[in-house]
């Protein structure tokens, strides 16, 4: 994976969910006055452009877990938050260690204390090996899509959180709410066209500036504590 392998991933992977999302609002919303659009034809809408804007997020960090794994960086040319992705097993081993209730053979002081040196010999692991984050754990969307849940993986993964602006964030939000409320069956009243509106165009901007983030951070290789030796301008393209 180099950048241009992840600028083209990006790229295509954008392509289709957007081109989908634009079908969908076309043949639902097409032809009809905003004032007329109908409740159950957005409420379609926000559905799918949830499920695109979780898909697409997930796999641009994911690919981004990726071009740094493919560099094979020790745990010290990484900020300290990269190296926390790449224990995450390890910290949800700890958690269940504490949480857990004692087996018959061993009580649960003990099980504590196994779990802590084997924490350790993994953390010593990483201070010999290259380091490997698990995209499927450091990137995780498991409480749906939404502030929190994009700020705390941009944070894990060293990308600063105001790269993304604040009004999308509520966009996002907007749509999970919306989403999460229809699933459940308690979002059946009129949603404001002006409304679906603005947010749509503020989450399709999001996916596009997403995709700009994650190639600038991998170019100008943002997880670094310091600039590559004799690469002063990041890995360039």
């Keep these: 994976m180099n950048i241009s392998d992840l600028r083209l991933e990006l790229e295509n992977d954008l392509s289709w969910r957007l081109g989908e999302l634009r079908h969908l609002r076309n043949r639902l919303l097409a032809g009809a006055p ?14 799918m452009q949830y499920a695109h804007l979780e898909g697409f997020t997930r796999n641009a960090l994911s690919l981004y877990v990726d071009l740094i794994n493919h560099l094979s960086l020790r745990a010290h040319e990484v900020h ?8 995450a097993a390890e ?12 087996s018959e053979n061993e009580g649960k002081l003990t099980r504590r ?21 698990a995209a499927e754990l450091a990137v995780s969307t498991e409480m749906n899509l939404g502030n929190d849940v994009l700020r705390r993986n941009l944070f894990m993964l060293g990308i600063p959180e105001d790269k993304v602006h604040r009004s999308q964030y509520v966009a996002i939000e907007f749509v999970k709410t919306t989403r999460n409320d229809i699933a459940h ?53």
């Design 113 to 133: 204390a196994k779990s802590h040196v084997t924490f350790l010999g993994r953390l010593r692991e990483l201070s010999d090996d290259p380091l490997q984050i």
């Design 185 to 237: 069956g308690s979002r059946k009243e009129v949603i404001p066209p002006s409304l679906f509106e603005a947010h749509w165009k503020k989450c399709e901007q999001f996916m596009n500036d997403l995709a700009r983030i994650i190639t600038t951070a991998a170019s100008e290789e943002w997880f670094r504590t310091a600039p590559a030796v004799g690469k002063p301008g990041g890995q360039g393209a």
């Design 80 to 87: 300290p938050q990269l190296l926390a992705s790449a224990l």
């Design 34 to 47: 905003m004032r007329e659009w109908e409740a159950k034809s957005m409420r379609a809408i926000l559905v």
């Design 91 to 102: 910290f949800k081993e700890l958690a269940a260690a504490s949480a857990g209730q004692a």
